[in-house]
């Protein structure tokens, strides 16, 4: 697997995407993702159904995270954007 830009074991704690569609999309404090090199996304899931997504570098935004429990309104960190 390829390194990342971020570590490899995430903090858990919920996190949100933003896609270049627009559309945020929020992961459980289970979920965990990686950035590759490569700018690829990787996103492991909790669930019985989808174990992976991997989602192409020019399809997410940015990557947000908060405490679980927070408000996505309250103040968030971002931790990764899109490369122009």
């Known amino acids: 697997m390829a ?3 971020v570590s490899g074991d995430t ?3 919920v996190f949100t ?3 270049s569609s627009g559309e945020p999309r929020d992961y ?3 979920d ?6 490569a700018g ?4 492991e899931m909790y669930r019985d159904d989808v174990e992976r997504h991997y989602v192409a570098p ?3 935004l940015e990557v947000v995270e908060m405490p679980d429990g927070q408000s996505a309104k309250v103040s968030r960190k971002i931790i990764s954007h899109k490369s122009k």
């Open 58 to 60: 020019g399809a997410w």
């Open 3 to 5: 390194k990342s830009l």
């Open 17 to 19: 995407v933003v896609f």
């Open 11 to 13: 903090p858990r704690m």
């Open 32 to 37: 965990k993702y990686e950035i590759t090199s």
């Open 40 to 43: 690829v996304l990787l996103i």
């Open 28 to 30: 459980g404090v289970f």
